[in-house]
C-alpha cells in the first residue's frame, strides 16, 4: 500500500494545484505570483509549516502531508513529490501549466489548470470533473 502512495505522490501534488471551487476572475496569471506555502481550506498552516527567518518549510512528521506544499521561484515542493515549472499558458480566468514532477518511484510531466480569484487562494480544477475541484489558502 505505501508503495502504491508513492507512485501516484507526484500525481497528488499536481492534483493539489489542479482542483479548486470557482470564483470570480482570476487575479494572478502565473506561477511567479503564487510564491509561498499554501495548503487546503479545511487544514491549519500551524499544523504543516514552520517559518524560519521569514521563510516557510514543512514541519517534521506533519500530518497535513498531502494537503500542502510550498511555491518557491519555479519548484513546487510537496511532502512526497516535487515539481518544476515546466511551460505556463495564460486562460481566460486563470492558467494552465505542465509540471515536470518527481518523486522515489516516478518522473513524469503533469497538465495543470487553475483559477485564482484573489491572491491568497488557488482553485485546482480539471473542466473534465469540475466535481474535484480544490480550494487552497495561502499561508500567512
Avoid at 493539489?16 to 470564483?23: C, D, H, I, S
Avoid at 500542502?68 to 494552465?96: M, V, W, Y
Amino acid at each position: 500500500m505505501m508503495a502504491a502512495h508513492r507512485t501516484i505522490a507526484p500525481y497528488l501534488l499536481a492534483t493539489a494545484l489542479l482542483f479548486a471551487a470557482t470564483g470570480g476572475p482570476a487575479q494572478a496569471a502565473a506561477i511567479s505570483e503564487l510564491q509561498g506555502a499554501w495548503i487546503i481550506n479545511s487544514a491549519e498552516c500551524s499544523a504543516a509549516f514552520t517559518k524560519r527567518g521569514g521563510r516557510f518549510a514543512f514541519k517534521p512528521n506533519r500530518r497535513n502531508a498531502d494537503t500542502s506544499f510550498i511555491i518557491s521561484g519555479n519548484r513546487i515542493q510537496g511532502a512526497r513529490a516535487s515539481c518544476t515549472l515546466g511551460s505556463e499558458k495564460p486562460t481566460s480566468d486563470g492558467f494552465r501549466a505542465i509540471l515536470d514532477c518527481s518523486s522515489q518511484m516516478m518522473v513524469g510531466a503533469l497538465p495543470v489548470t487553475f483559477r485564482v480569484p484573489n491572491p491568497n487562494t488557488i482553485v485546482k480544477f480539471d473542466p473534465d470533473f469540475p466535481e474535484l475541484e480544490t480550494t487552497f489558502t495561502r499561508c500567512q
